[in-house]
């Protein structure tokens, strides 16, 4: 396995070099980024890449449905855990244009986080505030990185423009604690209710998550590839 440390840059051991013209280039690409997954979570300081664990989410306000079922509710100090347990199913370069397409699995994603509520679920008053928990398992996502290469020092680089990606849903659990001050009963009700509901919340959460995804990917492929040039990385 030829590695980037051999190109006379700053120790790169979990940069795999792949070439052009490998008959398995896809697999090459994919076993590259399998190598890269470990670092991503606490992040690459040499390349300036930012821990991927956990990844921060804008408050997201809830306001939606009927007299039957009616959502008012914020979440915020949203953090998620579990984006680096990606698993590519399906990757397709084409180096010529510089565009990878990609199948991937979210495995489990968990969210942290707090709510505040005011809500009408099938008949249930749900009131109250304190901490989220929602997990969010089988999710998939396609995506699409379009390179343009630009040039610096005489020498040619690959930079992408952002990740155009859409998340298939999964199946998603929440729950909400201190509903009604905690009291246990109408907690556990609602909370219940809630939780066989939990679409209601994960489909307004999913923009959210679907942009700040697509941010990160964005910028941690493009901090790699603006380091080492598109000879050092695809040579021929």
């Not at 155009?164 to 509903?179: A, D, Y």
């Not at 923009?207 to 964005?218: D, H, I, R």
């Amino acid at each position: 396995m030829m590695l980037v440390d051999n190109l006379n840059r700053s120790k790169a051991s979990y940069i795999k070099v792949c070439h052009r013209d490998d008959p398995k280039l896809s697999n090459c690409i994919n076993d590259s980024i399998t190598i890269l997954k470990p670092y991503l979570k606490k992040g690459i300081p040499e390349l300036d890449v930012p821990p991927l664990e956990p990844l921060l989410l804008d408050a997201v306000d809830l306001k939606s449905g009927n007299d039957a079922t009616r959502i008012e509710a914020t979440l915020s100090n949203l953090e998620i855990w579990g984006p680096t347990s990606f698993i590519i199913l399906e990757l397709k370069p084409n180096l010529n244009k510089n565009v990878f397409k990609f199948k991937v699995l979210l495995p489990e994603l968990n969210v942290v986080g707090r709510y505040k509520a005011d809500a009408r679920v099938l008949f249930f008053n749900l009131k109250g505030e304190g901490p989220a928990f929602i997990n969010i398992t089988n999710y998939k996502f396609e995506c699409k990185l379009k390179g343009n290469k630009i040039s610096k020092g005489g020498e040619e680089f690959l930079e992408f423009e952002k990740m155009r990606l859409k998340i298939e849903v999964g199946t998603s659990s929440i729950r909400l604690e201190n509903l009604f001050n905690g009291d246990p009963v109408l907690g556990k009700a609602t909370s219940d209710v809630v939780n066989e509901n939990s679409n209601l919340f994960i489909s307004e959460i999913l923009p959210n998550l679907q942009q700040a995804l697509s941010e990160k990917f964005t910028n941690i492929a493009n901090k790699i590839t603006l380091r080492f040039t598109h000879k050092e990385l695809f040579p021929y």
